[in-house]
């Protein structure tokens, strides 16, 4: 999902940027409130883990490959904050240093993968950890999140492309159903994923899931891992 | 062994095996996006020649232990990069 270079319009390029620079800005400010000394080394391990992750391409329907994009369990480990900033510094390196994704689409890169990728299974998990209320509504969450998470950050990369007449032929309705039919199925991959990685951290190292420290005040109480 | 280093320790070893994995086994990358994208007929237009283009050392293309090397070495950046990252934020609180 990584746009690179001459896919999209320079206004998109530019609206896109400025899009991630307002949650760059909060995610830095509210990353500052909430990270813990513990949580630095999980971060900087989770960060390292999912650009290794991403070297893995596994093969799905119609003759192409996917690979984990990490944002649904970064943002339940660590929260969405820190997990836009984790996902920052990967996109990042893989611009510059390998050319994944371009420099003029990387602030569409990030709203795609690090913004829609991180906070949309972040608020699903939390609602359905704060309807269900045990185990089985983070697990049922964490799926949901990761699928619905991908499936909508394809979508935004569909909106992208599609807007963008000059650099990108099609319209919208054709660049979204492509990109979403092909990301339904990576993302189904990473629910499954997801779902099992926070099945075996519960039991493993419960600690670790960070949702319900994070949560937003207008959520009200969420019920801890350790009371679940 | 304190919890942290335990945990760095065991996320380097799996993120080691993610990059061997990655570069043996499951290497072959087509991407969705450059899929459609060619479907489509549009091109890429770079602003930027990166290093290491597509994960492999100039001249040392398909080479797997080459590979395996770059994957390991920018786990290790990433690592660092991120625990500076986390370092500043917690700095700046």
């Not at chain 1, 900033?85 to 709203?111: E, H, P």
């Not at chain 1, 049922?140 to 990108?168: K, P, R, Y």
């Not at chain 1, 099945?199 to 959520?219: E, G, I």
């Not at chain 2, 990069?81 to 986390?86: E, K, L, R």
Request: hydrophobic share 55%; net charge neutral; with cysteine.
């Amino acid at each position: 999902m990584h746009i690179p270079d001459g896919f999209l319009d320079l206004s998109i390029c530019v609206i896109m940027y400025l899009a991630a620079l307002v949650f760059w800005a909060f995610a830095f400010r509210r990353a500052k409130q909430v990270l813990s000394d513990r949580q630095i080394p999980l971060m900087a391990t989770l960060t390292a883990m999912f650009f290794a992750a991403q070297m893995m391409n596994y093969p799905i329907v119609g003759g192409t490959t996917a690979h984990l994009l990490g944002g649904p369990i970064l943002a339940i480990t660590l929260g969405p904050y820190s997990g836009l900033i984790s996902t920052t510094i990967i996109l990042l390196i893989q611009a510059l240093f390998f050319g994944d994704g371009g420099i003029t689409t990387f602030g569409a890169n990030v709203w795609n993968m690090g913004i829609v990728g991180v906070f949309i299974p972040y608020l699903i998990c939390l609602f359905a950890m704060k309807t269900m209320k045990n185990r089985n509504g983070m697990l049922i969450g964490a799926f949901l999140g990761a699928l619905v998470g991908d499936l909508l950050a394809a979508i935004f990369a569909g909106l992208e492309l599609g807007l963008s007449t000059l650099s990108f032929p099609y319209s919208v309705p054709i660049a979204v159903t492509a990109m979403a039919i092909h990301h339904f199925f990576i993302g189904v991959g990473e629910g499954i994923l997801t779902a099992i990685i926070i099945s075996v951290l519960w039991k493993t190292r419960p600690d670790l899931l960070q949702l319900p420290k994070v949560a937003p005040t207008w959520m009200g109480e969420l019920p801890t891992t350790s009371l679940m | 062994m304190n919890r942290s280093k335990k945990l760095l320790a065991v996320g380097i070893t799996i993120s080691i095996i993610f990059v061997v994995i990655g570069c043996i086994w499951l290497s072959l990358s087509v991407e969705t996006l450059d899929e459609v994208a060619e479907h489509f007929g549009s091109s890429e237009s770079p602003v930027w020649t990166p290093p290491i283009p597509d994960y492999e050392i100039p001249g040392l293309e398909g080479n797997v232990a080459a590979n395996i090397f770059i994957g390991i070495v920018f786990t290790l950046v990433t690592l660092g990069v991120a625990f500076a990252a986390g370092k500043v934020l917690k700095a700046k609180k």
